[in-house]
């Protein structure tokens, strides 16, 4: 079964710094991921997704992932966090067969003034 | 400006009633998920549907919830009767299936369910 991991339950990171939120991922086959963010008492959003192509994917509000295939992983960047970055971070990944999505369990990102 | 509309935003009941959540995806999406997250299990997914049939429903404890797409417009899950482990938010998610692979899925704003 396809799976992503999300090491660390809480990144800190002072404004203007640049971030990392780290995911893996475990799949058969060829790997479709994504990153959504959870504002507090908001539904998920839509972030970036790796389908295919660039290894470096630019997506919503200044964050980009890179896709490593060598060490399975598909960190979440930016280079210069704002103090509205801190919210929930998922990563995800597209189930096989019926194309659900697989959720990690979340990184906490809370950006300091 | 095209969204996920889910019904209620919060519901408070009591143990033993019946609770129903209503969902309307995205006009011309064909896959609907229902997703609950609590602080202790995270983001579990409950059930989904692809052209109004169900897909997977393994996630859901059958004895007491049921999901079902009645049209195209409206998804409902129901829980009945509540338990207050059911306590939690309950997401509706659509998506576009197509092909080999689907895009994206857009969430709802979410059902904060409490039950006493």
């Known amino acids: 079964a396809q799976s992503v991991a999300q090491p660390e339950d809480q990144v800190n990171v002072a404004e203007g710094n640049p971030l990392t939120v780290k995911c893996t991922y475990s799949?058969?086959?060829?790997?479709?991921l994504f990153w959504y963010v959870q504002y507090p008492n908001r539904g998920l959003q839509f972030l970036l997704k790796?389908?295919?192509?660039?290894?470096l994917v630019k997506g919503s509000y200044g964050f980009e992932a890179e896709f490593n295939k060598s060490q399975t992983s598909f960190h979440l960047k930016k280079p210069s966090a704002l103090v509205s970055d801190s919210a929930l971070y998922f990563c995800?990944?597209?189930?096989?067969?019926?194309?659900?999505?697989?959720f990690g369990t979340g990184t906490r990102l809370l950006v300091s003034p | 400006d095209a969204r996920v509309t889910q019904t209620p935003r919060h519901k408070v009941t009591e143990m033993g009633q019946e609770v129903t959540m209503r969902c309307q995806p995205i006009l011309g999406h064909n896959t609907v998920f229902w997703y609950r997250q609590t602080m202790m299990q995270g983001l579990e997914l409950l059930a989904y549907?692809?052209?109004?049939?169900?897909?997977?429903d393994s996630g859901m404890p059958k004895d007491r919830f049921s999901a079902e797409m009645p049209d195209a417009t409206l998804a409902t899950l129901k829980i009945q009767p509540s338990e207050p482990r059911d306590s939690a938010v309950y997401f509706c998610a659509s998506g576009l299936y197509r092909g080999g692979a689907t895009g994206e899925l857009f969430f709802g704003e979410g059902s904060r369910l409490t039950v006493l």
């Open positions: 995800a990944v597209r189930d096989t067969g019926f194309q659900k999505l697989v």
């Open positions: 799949v058969s086959g060829n790997p479709y």
């Open positions: 549907f692809r052209n109004r049939a169900p897909l997977d």
């Open positions: 790796y389908i295919t192509g660039d290894n």
